[in-house]
């Protein structure tokens, strides 16, 4: 990876702590495991999504609301991992 992916990487694992250990939990775990393999366009949902209020985050990740319809295919994504 080079030194710009690597910053990028670290950038996003910074902002993905959000200080719940749930919410750190599920959006490590998509940085981890999916991360490297998805599109430009999957990266840039995700560094998005990091920007939303984590009560929001909460509620689409865990169900309690449908997210914003620009976050569905991350968040999809993001349960998925859950349940493995």
């Not at 990028?8 to 775990?29: I, Q």
């Not at 999504?49 to 569905?72: C, F, M, S």
Request: no cysteine; aromatic share 8%; proline share 4%.
């Amino acid at each position: 990876m080079s030194d710009a992916a690597d910053a990028r990487l670290g950038r996003l694992r910074w902002r993905a702590r959000r200080g719940t250990r749930e919410l750190d939990r599920l959006l490590g775990a998509w940085l981890d495991r999916r991360y490297a393999g998805a599109d430009e366009a999957l990266r840039a949902d995700f560094d998005a999504l990091l920007g939303e209020a984590d009560p929001d985050l909460w509620d689409w990740l865990t169900g309690h609301l449908d997210p914003a319809p620009r976050y569905v295919a991350i968040v999809d994504e993001i349960r998925a991992l859950d349940r493995v």
